[in-house]
């Protein structure tokens, strides 16, 4: 049974630019959140979608969008890319109250 | 909007002695307290959690207390050893949406 995976690992952006990044749950999870982590932070939260709808939003901009498929796999979209949108991006599945973390994405922007 | 404060920012013991980081929240709503490990490089890793119903939870070496009027939790992780090394986030919860963390304890275990 995979865990919870996430593609790409690694991704480097100028300014500007847009970014797709993917996440697959954990077999048997429908939700999935996704954080992103600065360097020396804990995780922020960005959004969660629940049978493809955003259920819950944080405390960002609308350049961050996202979109969860009919097998509960989800993308986050994140437009106008800024210096400061360098982080780690870690997406979380859950069923219950449990979320588990993905390896996550690195991403640069330089 | 929940805030959760974590003490402290860095915590260094020696093998064998315990390690304790405290957190406060600030939403009385909250009844979902996990608390994650991250080693360096790696993914954040459940380690224990607890419920507003429960007051004490214990898993082997680590235990987590939480006091619902003083909104505070605490993990404790007994006979600490070098692999115990990592930064650990407290985190809050309301039913199963967002997880609001604290800023991280970075425990250092030396032999």
């Known amino acids: 049974d995979a865990g919870v995976t996430q593609s790409p690992t690694h991704l480097i952006k100028t300014r500007g630019q847009q970014v797709t990044l993917r996440c697959s749950p954990k077999?048997?999870?429908?939700?999935v959140s996704w954080y992103q982590q600065a360097l020396g932070q804990g995780p922020q939260f960005i959004f969660q979608?629940?049978?493809?709808?955003?259920?819950q939003r944080g405390n960002f901009p609308d350049r961050f969008s996202g979109h969860q498929f009919p097998n509960y796999s989800s993308e986050l979209n994140v437009n106008a890319l800024l210096l400061g949108d360098s982080a780690l991006y870690l997406c979380a599945s859950s069923l219950f109250l449990e979320q588990f973390f993905g390896p996550g994405t690195r991403l640069t922007v330089l | 909007g929940e805030n959760v404060e974590q003490h402290p920012s860095t915590l260094s013991v020696q093998e064998g002695d315990s390690a304790v980081i405290k957190c406060t929240y600030s939403?009385?709503?909250?009844?979902?307290f996990p608390w994650y490990k991250q080693e360096l490089g790696k993914r954040p890793q459940l380690i224990i959690d607890?419920?507003?119903?429960?007051g004490e939870k214990k898993d082997q070496r680590i235990a987590v207390t939480l006091n619902k009027t003083a909104k505070h939790f605490s993990l404790h992780i007994t006979e600490t050893q070098p692999e115990d090394s990592a930064v650990y986030f407290c985190?809050?919860?309301?039913?199963?949406?967002?997880?609001?963390f604290g800023k991280g304890t970075s425990l250092l275990v030396t032999p």
């Open positions: 607890i419920r507003s119903n429960v």
């Open positions: 939403d009385s709503a909250s009844n979902y």
């Open positions: 077999s048997g999870h429908d939700t």
């Open positions: 985190a809050a919860s309301i039913g199963g949406y967002a997880l609001n």
């Open positions: 979608y629940y049978e493809e709808e955003e259920r």
